[in-house]
């Protein structure tokens, strides 16, 4: 690689390039003396630290060895004090047999045993107490030697307790021999006692036991050889590893431990026979030495290996110092061409002339052709476009003139395979150590990737803005508390033009108010007081319908809170226009109107003859009062009472075939919708007035409930009624159809309190005696023009859901069963309070469209 730093004759030669075998037997002859003497300087060190090795493992084997014939000789010695101690226990054993013999035969008495007992004792001081138990539990005989504590001597007479004794005295019994037991600690007896249990029997028969107690501590005093104690710690545990009688060595247990033996105590433990595992003897060695003159010479011997080591790491530390002026050189040199290796940004020296003499690897990948093909080339530059190389001509000269702008500039770059790519260059003249220019230096950075995003971004902006351009809503964007509008759309300029006065119009009429201009001289309250709480640009838009006067238009209205791209806090309106959506809706209210009135004038047409009948009554019964005042008024048999009591009964039937007719014109009389609050009793009681009529003329029965303290309902009464009367004529006609007895004809019209969803209304239901509804009836019940009637039109039961879900209501049908048959039908729908038909409304209100 050319230096940029040397001038272009000065160069070396470029040469063939060289085999991978030939570049490994060139490295390897460069570096085979660093190699030697790494070897030469580090044997010295490999030898101390294989002789060191070599001390320790030999004395790590001759401790070893020393401990295992230890502790093999502290086995020998703990087995051998084991067995004493076992026959100690055996013979003494052996004598409480024998009198525990005697005593069961009856051979000596309570006196005799004790005399026996006390030689016994006095021979033999581990026995500290012996005792006669009968077959009761009872104590016959004792005796017990005088080192033993009164507390703790049994007395004649006394009965075993609950307890290790009485737990024993049993078990010796069961096993009808010997049975050796240590006391639990807080019993009548000492923890260092051990029990001996001998049953007693005459002539088969269980007589009582001998109870011999042992003193663990003289046990283990004169049951275990001298010459054992002397050498070793010797001591008695229970089965727990609780220390009973003797002494232990506690080792010294160092914070570290540099030697392996030196945490170890030489010991060993056995369980006494025949006591069992309830009691271990255990030996541990006295330490004889501590070990310094072995220790000492191992560590004489490891400081003499480590100064060793030092003095030659010592030498080898001043041979790298020797060598690092040699290699400082050499490392820069490759520090220096790894970072402009690994630099992405291609660099290029020009000398004085326009030369190239120095191209980094970054610049040879850049434009594809090899350091050997650009170094030394004069313009034109094989990368150069030719239609560009006036240009590039001209910024040649400029930059050998030092005329090059500061921020660079942007050039096309042709590869070696034809492709181009756009780069920026950045110029700065190459000053030597002396101060003099040399040359210039060029970096070329590859903007290929930056511009074709900025194109992607500006794309991507035009085609958002034909979109906006092109919708049929009119939006704007303007900031919160300023009258600068931030964007709008060709049709809100079409609407309202380039200003704000359009979309803070629409604000306030869709009932979110905006933020004024502060003036902060005025007062202290917040610029942003009275908006939303929450956070602004994760809030749900809010949708309002408003009319706007210029327009003559019908909008809807949606706005939302949003952060512009500067950070300011704005609010997007967008409207869309929905005056055809309203004239339709309009059309289809005013249709629903008539198809109504339509359904009540065709409801009392076909109730035409039962008015006529019901109307007949009233005028029969009037022109029969008045025949008969005129022929009693012609044959002078009338008073004035009399006269006036018929002039009454004709008025009542007169005002009862007005208040039929008033009531069917009301019911008929087309008007517009007009929700009012009204009692569901009264609504029900003119319903039942008007279908009564019909069915009556059917036989039908009708029952109808209505609850007490009902809320008022915030409803259209006639339309209403229109459901209830539509309700009852089809089970009326129902009934009729199924031609039921008279016992089974009857409707039912009950009213009731219900909670939907947490929201209370009121519930109306009719129920018959029919024959119920078909599955494929259900199905098409609420469809228009569909009836099972022959001179139905199919529109009853579509206008009442209609009716009853323009209120917030629902109506369904079900039909009745007794078991698997079906005995009649029933239709029912609710209606939501006055209150909580608010809250419904918000509450659809909040489910987005």
Known sequence: MASPLLPKDAQPKARAPLSPFALWRRWWRRQTPRIQDALAMLAPLAAVLLFLAAIVAAFWYLRAEELEREQESVKRDVEYAQQQLRLRLLERQEQLMRIARDAGTREIDAAEFTSRAESLSSQYPELQAISWIDDRRRFLAVYSAPSVHPAQQHLLGDVLRPGDIETNYALARELRQ??????????????????????????????????????????????????????????????KGKLIAGNTVNPVEPPVHFLPWSKKVKEYEVPVSPVGNGLNLRGQGYRTSQGLVGNGLFWLVMALSVLTSWILIGNWRHTRRRQAAQEALVAETNFRRAMENSMPTGMRVLDLDGRISYVNAAFCAMTGWDEDELVGQSPPFPYWLEADREIMNERLEEELHGRSLPGGFQVRVKRKNGTVFNARLYVSPLIDARGHQTGWMTSMTDITEP????????????????????????????????????????????????????????????????????????????????????????????????????????????????????????????????????????????????????????????????????????????????????????????????????????????????????????FVKRSEPNRTAADAATMVGEAVELAGIELRRRNVRLNHYVAARLPVLQVDPILIEQVLVNLLRNAAEAIDLAQRPPARRSVELRVLPRTVDGHPAVEFSVQDTGLGLAPEVMERLYEAFFSTKPEGMGIGLNLCRTIVESHRGRMQAENIYNGTEIVGCRFSFWIPVLDSMHSLASDEAKVPA
């Open 178 to 239: 010997p049975v050796f037991s240590q006391p639990a600690a807080g019993a009548d007896v000492p923890a260092s006692v051990l029990q001996l249990h001998i049953p007693m029997f005459d002539q088969g028969l269980f007589a009582g036991v001998v109870l011999g107690e042992f003193s663990v501590d003289a046990l283990l005093r004169y049951g275990i050889p001298p010459e054992v104690s002397a050498r070793y710690a010797v001591s008695l545990l229970d089965g």
């Open 451 to 666: 511009t074709r995003i900025r194109e992607q971004l500006s794309a991507s902006y035009e085609r958002f803005t034909t979109v906006l351009e092109a919708l049929d809503a009119a939006i704007s964007v303007a900031p919160i508390g300023s009258e600068e509008l931030l964007f709008a759309n060709k049709l809100y300029r079409l609407w309202f033009g380039s200003n704000t006065v359009g979309h803070l119009s629409m604000v306030a009429q869709a009932g979110v108010p905006p933020a004024t201009t502060h003036d902060d001289a005025l007062d202290e309250v917040d610029a942003f007081a009275g908006l939303p709480i929450d956070t602004l640009t994760g809030a749900q838009p809010a949708n309002n319908e408003i009319f706007v006067t210029d327009l003559g238009k019908w909008l809807e209205v949606r706005s939302r809170y949003l952060t512009w791209v500067d950070g300011r806090l704005a609010q997007m309106v967008i409207a869309t226009d929905i005056t055809p959506r309203r004239d339709a809706e309009d059309q289809y209210a005013q249709q629903a109107d008539r198809a109504q009135a339509a359904s009540r004038l065709i409801t009392m047409g076909e109730m035409a003859s039962s008015v006529a009948h019901e109307l007949n009554q009233p005028l029969a019964a009037i022109t029969n009062y008045c025949n008969g005042m005129v022929s009693r008024i012609r044959g002078q048999q009338i008073d004035a009472d009399s006269l006036l009591s018929a002039l009454e009964k004709t008025s009542r039937q007169a005002q009862r075939a007005g208040q039929i007719i008033q009531r069917i014109r009301t």
